[in-house]
T-cell receptor, first 117, second 115 residues
Framework: KAGVTQTPRYLIKTRGQQVTLSCSPI?????VSWYQQTPGQGLQFLFE???????NKGNFPGRFSGRQFSNSRSEMNVSTLELGDSALYLC??????FGAGAQETQYFGPGTRLLVL | GENVEQHPSTLSVQEGDSAVIKCTYS??????FPWYKQELGKRPQLIID?????GEKKDQRIAVTLNKTAKHFSLHITETQPEDSAVYFC??????????????FGRGTQLTVWP
């Protein structure tokens, strides 16, 4: 199976602009989670989508949003970019199941490196 | 929420020696503990994981141990090789409906293996 893919791989934006990042999960995976990775804060959870619904959200401002499509592909959007949004944005997909003990492995994409000037 | 602490932040070993990275977690409801390896400029890759109903798991040179009572888990790499050099992240996840799908990560350990 093809792995998780993310586009674009690199982006340069200026403060105040907005950006949309895309993630295509592994075929058959229905859950997509997004993480922000920075040297100072490490890996921080943004949100998770399953069956086109946001199921889980981290502690990020409302400028960070996302969505998931019926084919499980997901996008995240950051509006009014700030210098501090410069980071590697990673998405991870999993075959999410439910019930006691359900916990599926998350597989990461290569990330989108965003630089805000 | 869950809080995962990871130590040490940097670790240097000689090729062939063993390396141990330790993590602690705060929420006793955490029940899934994966370890990821991230080489420079690459994606985090799962190297091993353990669930709370198991105390130890081994895969060739890599092993993970879990102590639920003390709320800590460790990664053990034996016979280290230069290609093991990378940043290693531990993570914890809570199987509670509202938080399923969220990984709480440690801050990472930069492992350097000298030839």
């Amino acid at each position: 199976k093809a792995g998780v893919t993310q586009t674009p791989r690199y982006l340069i934006k200026t403060r105040g602009q907005q950006v949309t990042l895309s993630c295509s999960p592994i075929s058959g995976h229905r859950s997509v989670s997004w993480y922000q990775q920075t040297p100072g804060q490490g890996l921080q959870f943004l949100f998770e989508y399953f069956s086109e619904t946001q199921r889980n959200k981290g502690n990020f401002p409302g400028r960070f949003s996302g969505r998931q499509f019926s084919n499980s592909r997901s996008e995240m959007n950051v509006s009014t970019l700030e210098l501090g949004d410069s980071a590697l944005y990673l998405c991870a997909s999993s075959f999410r199941s439910f019930g006691a003990g359900a916990q599926e492995t998350q597989y990461f994409g290569p990330g989108t490196r965003l630089l805000v000037l | 929420g869950e809080n995962v602490e990871q130590h040490p932040s940097t670790l240097s070993v000689q090729e062939g020696d063993s390396a141990v990275i330790k993590c602690t977690y705060s929420d006793s409801a955490s029940n899934y503990f994966p370890w990821y390896k991230q080489e420079l400029g690459k994606r985090p890759q799962l190297i091993i994981d353990i669930r709370s109903n198991v105390g130890e798991k081994k895969d060739q040179r890599i092993a993970v141990t879990l102590n639920k009572t003390a709320k800590h888990f460790s990664l053990h790499i034996t016979e280290t090789q230069p290609e093991d050099s990378a940043v290693y992240f531990c993570a914890a996840s809570i199987n509670r409906g509202s938080t399923l799908g969220r990984l709480y990560f440690g801050r990472g350990t930069q492992l350097t293996v000298w030839p």
